[in-house]
C-alpha cells in the first residue's frame, strides 16, 4: 500500500549503511541504496526532521545454526559511508545485534524529539531492516519503509519483507514519494 501521510514529526532512520555491509553482494546495488537514503536524508535534515544513522558493531550472543564468522572485522567495518554526507545533527546509534531499538537509546532519542513514525531504509531488507520495523511498531510508532532504499543478500527473503512483513507493520513507498509526501 503506498504511503498515505507523513506525521508532522517523523524521523528517517538508515539501517547499516556502513563499509563493511554496503559491500557484500546484495539484491539490488548498494550504491543505489546508499543513494536513495542519502536523497531522503538530505530531504529530512531540509525540513529539520531527525536523522538517524545506525550501524551495526557486533551480534548478539547465542548459538545459530548457521555458522558465524570467527574472524577480526576490518577496522573500518563499522564507519558509516560517506555518501551519507553526515551532518553535526544528525542522531548515531550504534547496536549489537540486529535490530535497531534493543539495547540502544533510540526509542530515548526519538521521543524527546516528539517523533511519533519513522521511515526505515537500508541493508538488510530481511535482517536489520526488518527487525527495526518489528521493534517500531511494537513501541507504537507509525512505520513506513522506502521499498527502493533496501536491500538485501537474499533475493527470496528480501522479497518476503517486502510483500508480507512491512504492509503488516506499516505502510511502503518509493523514496520519491516519500520526499514528496515531506512537501
Do not use: C
Not at 518489528?134 to 507509525?142: C, D, I, K, Q
Amino acid at each position: 500500500m503506498p504511503a498515505t501521510a507523513l506525521d508532522p514529526r517523523t524521523a528517517l532512520v538508515l539501517i547499516d549503511l556502513q563499509k563493511g555491509i554496503v559491500g557484500l553482494p546484495t539484491v539490488h546495488p548498494s550504491t543505489e541504496v546508499v543513494e536513495r537514503g542519502a536523497r531522503l536524508a538530505a530531504a529530512f535534515r531540509a525540513r529539520d526532521l531527525p536523522v538517524v544513522l545506525v550501524n551495526v558493531a557486533g551480534r548478539a550472543p547465542g548459538r545459530t545454526e548457521m555458522p558465524q564468522p570467527d574472524r577480526e572485522l576490518p577496522a573500518d567495518w563499522a564507519e558509516l559511508v560517506p555518501g551519507l554526507d553526515r551532518q553535526p545533527g544528525d542522531i548515531t546509534v550504534t547496536k549489537q545485534q540486529w535490530g535497531a531499538f534493543h539495547g540502544t537509546n533510540l526509542d530515548l532519542e526519538l521521543r524527546r524529539r516528539g517523533v511519533t513514525q519513522i521511515v526505515l531504509a537500508g541493508i538488510a531488507t530481511s535482517i536489520g531492516v526488518e527487525s527495526t520495523a518489528r521493534a517500531a511498531h511494537e513501541h507504537g510508532y507509525h512505520v513506513t519503509v522506502a521499498t527502493d532504499a533496501v536491500t538485501d543478500m537474499n533475493a527470496d527473503a528480501h522479497h518476503n519483507s517486502l510483500e508480507r512483513i512491512f504492509p503488516m507493520l506499516g505502510e511502503t513507498d518509493t523514496t520519491d514519494a516519500i520526499v514528496k509526501l515531506l512537501g
